[in-house]
């Protein structure tokens, strides 16, 4: 994993869901939306690391279990603007699933995504994790 440090998390939001949006089924942007975006490589797509599941953001939690790693994704009502009566926690789901469910309900719910990773599980092809300075 690669992490650096910006000052909030707004700063990068919008171009890493946008970004991630459209990751294909082998974890790579589709082409024609790579494309669009200037470039075969694509954007850098950065997610922030967070120690604990956030009010104010979509949390994509990722655990490792008996040698299985998996995602869960974290909603709380407070991150939905009003659209959820209360907190929601995903099942269990293979990482590359969590990542698009977080994705797409962040985009649905125009909410800021953020990545609990205590073991240290994130893909470095799914981006770069950052720290925010406090």
């Not at 926690?89 to 469910?101: F, L, T, V, Y």
Request: proline fraction near 5%; include cysteine.
């Amino acid at each position: 994993m690669t992490a650096k440090t910006v000052a909030s998390r707004s700063d990068l939001f919008s171009d890493a869901v946008v970004a991630v949006a459209f990751f294909d089924a082998f974890g790579e942007l589709d082409m024609e939306i790579k494309a669009k975006l200037g470039g075969s490589r694509g954007p850098k797509n950065e997610f922030e690391k967070v120690d604990a599941v956030q009010p104010d953001a979509i949390t994509l939690e990722l655990i490792a279990e008996d040698g299985v790693q998996f995602g869960v994704v974290h909603c709380p009502a407070s991150a939905s603007g009003g659209r959820l009566p209360k907190d929601y926690r995903s099942e269990a789901m293979p990482g590359k699933d969590a990542i698009r469910a977080a994705v797409k309900l962040a985009n649905d719910m125009k909410a800021a995504i953020v990545v609990l990773d205590p073991q240290e599980l994130w893909p470095a092809e799914w981006g770069t994790l950052f720290v925010t300075e406090e």
